[in-house]
């Protein structure tokens, strides 16, 4: 007998990774705007692919209702040009069914995973080092390539993911990276915390995060 799929039931995020093109940030965020999504060029700090446009959005219910959201707007991004790369939907630390513990997490596919973002406010000096005291954390830099602050300081995300593991194990890891954080005496603008149920091109990210010691 074929075990049900959870239903996560709960809030979603969607993100709709998307090929760079030529035709620039405007034209991109008025097809967000459009089609009701918020876009956002995420710059990552290393990798194969560290240029990545991305179109979000949000939502409520279950699993099975967001994928078909998620396969409806990218149809409506390709019917604009655009070549979708990436389709995540990400669950909220809140929602049904998540991974108690690393046994229950070992039984979900091998493409889910909990991630954490830690938004951080930088002078240019703090940047240095910082990617080096982060990733032996399985982390790494991220930024919004968007968002340029008045006062010339820099706005970073520290990006973590933890596989196979249950959520109190995840936050444990969260709680070490930001003890290494705190320690440095960065600001942090805000921490989001997220269960990943469906990423169909995680291999997108290759040459960004390493494993790490935790």
């Known amino acids: 007998m074929i ?11 969607i993100h709709l990774t998307v090929a760079a093109t030529g035709a620039g940030h405007r034209h991109l965020a008025e097809v967000g ?7 956002t060029e995420i710059a990552l700090a290393r990798g194969a692919q560290p240029t990545q446009p991305m179109f979000t959005l949000t939502g409520h219910g ?57 938004k951080l406010l930088l002078d240019a000096e ?30 970073r995300f520290v990006t973590q993911r ?5 959520q109190p194990t995840a936050r444990t890891w969260l709680a070490r990276l930001r003890a290494v954080l705190d320690g440095r005496g960065h600001p942090v603008l805000g921490v989001e915390e997220e269960y990943v149920v469906h990423d ?7 040459g960004w995060l390493g494993t790490g010691e935790r």
Not at 33 to 39: G, I, Q, W
Not at 128 to 146: D, K
Not at 162 to 166: A, D, K, L, P
Request: proline residues 5%; hydrophobic residues 35%; negative net charge.
């Open 126 to 155: 703090d940047l240095v080092g910082l990617a080096e005291a982060v990733e032996p954390y399985g982390a790494h830099l991220s930024r919004n390539a968007r968002r340029h602050r008045p006062d010339g300081r820099h706005e």
């Open 62 to 118: 279950d699993l099975a209702g967001q994928r078909v959201r998620a396969a409806e707007r990218a149809e409506a991004l390709r019917a604009e040009g655009l070549r979708v790369l990436r389709t995540k939907i990400e669950a909220a630390p809140w929602n049904a069914d998540l991974p108690a513990d690393d046994e229950a997490a070992r039984r979900e596919p091998a493409g889910r995973y909990f991630e954490h973002h830690v």
């Open 200 to 206: 169909d091109n995680v291999g997108l990210d290759d």
């Open 33 to 39: 705007t459009r089609l009701a999504m918020k876009f």
């Open 162 to 166: 933890c596989h196979r593991v249950g």
């Open 3 to 13: 075990e049900a799929e959870p239903s996560f039931r709960g809030d979603f995020d």
